[in-house]
């Protein structure tokens, strides 16, 4: 006897949905049977993961979507109830970091000031502004226009981050910027409580991707010094995959096994966030 996956036929909605994560998610759903709405600034990119999965079998479209407009999310609310008819979950995986939000050293030197190296006080606030903007707003922005779409029932689900417990150095603007997501996960599921929807969030630790593989990885695929930090305070001693994400983005959209679940911040990081360094 087969039984039918607890996602199937769900209305799946996933902003930075063609980025490295973004498409690892798209992916695990469309294998769930569920119908995936793929959104990405470049749009390009969203309809070629689409056909791909359409080739494959499964629901998907891809739409051009920047989370940090409300008309151009509203055109792709309506494109996707255009073609699915209704919206169930929403993941809001779009985010990153910029440059001029980052310091050049982990430690502050007084000599830093009469040198190339970017210190605290040179940090541009556009850089800061760019970072907030793409992850709180680009979370912000979504749930606004897609969740009155849920209150028939349905999940949130945020991407937060390891710095989001405790920042991490040279990135404050981004430390900031995932914390305020886990508090914002936080004061959405208490807001949808009486509704029918939760809201939770995953905070990765530390994955190896194209994205960040110039910061871990020398020319010669040794790790970096910075690499060698993160590997020495994660207890299980290595990178996380894409794919070991999947388990916990499944359970907690999952309204079966995750049913009384909302608020929660969910680590994926190896044993990271436990480990004091001693």
């Known amino acids: ?8 036929g769900k209305v799946i909605v996933i902003t930075g949905g063609a980025g490295v994560l973004g498409t690892s998610f798209a992916r695990a759903l469309a294998k769930t049977k569920a119908k995936v709405a793929i959104l990405d600034l470049n749009e390009g990119k969203a309809m070629e993961l689409a056909q791909e999965l359409q080739k494959e079998g499964y629901e998907a479209i891809g739409l051009a979507c920047n989370v940090l407009d409300k008309a151009s999310i509203e055109a792709a609310k309506d494109a996707i109830l255009s073609e699915f008819h209704q919206i169930d979950i929403l993941i809001n995986g779009a985010g990153g970091n910029h440059p001029k939000g980052t310091t050049g050293h982990e430690f502050f030197d007084q000599a830093d000031l009469s040198s190339d190296i970017q ?17 709180f707003l680009g979370t912000l922005l979504p749930t606004q226009v897609f969740a009155k779409e849920m209150l028939h029932g349905g999940n949130i689900l945020n991407v937060s981050s390891m710095n989001a417990f405790t920042p991490l150095t040279k990135i404050p603007a981004y430390s900031a910027a995932k914390a305020a997501i886990s508090n914002f996960t936080q004061w959405l599921a208490v807001y949808f409580s009486k509704t029918n929807i939760r809201v939770n969030a995953i905070a990765p630790g530390f994955f190896l991707t194209a994205q960040n593989e110039a910061l871990l990885l020398d020319n010669d695929g040794n790790w970096t010094p910075r690499a ?8 299980m001693g290595r990178f996380g995959e894409a794919d070991e994400l999947l388990g916990a983005l499944l359970f907690l959209i999952d309204d079966t096994a995750a049913s009384f679940i909302t608020g929660v911040v969910l680590p994926v990081d190896g044993g990271f966030s436990a480990y004091s360094g001693v």
């Open 119 to 135: 210190t605290f006080f040179d940090l541009d606030p556009s850089g800061i502004q760019f970072v907030f903007d793409l992850n």
């Open 1 to 8: 006897m087969t039984h039918n996956h607890p996602l199937q």
């Open 228 to 235: 060698n930090k993160i590997i020495t305070n994660t207890p």
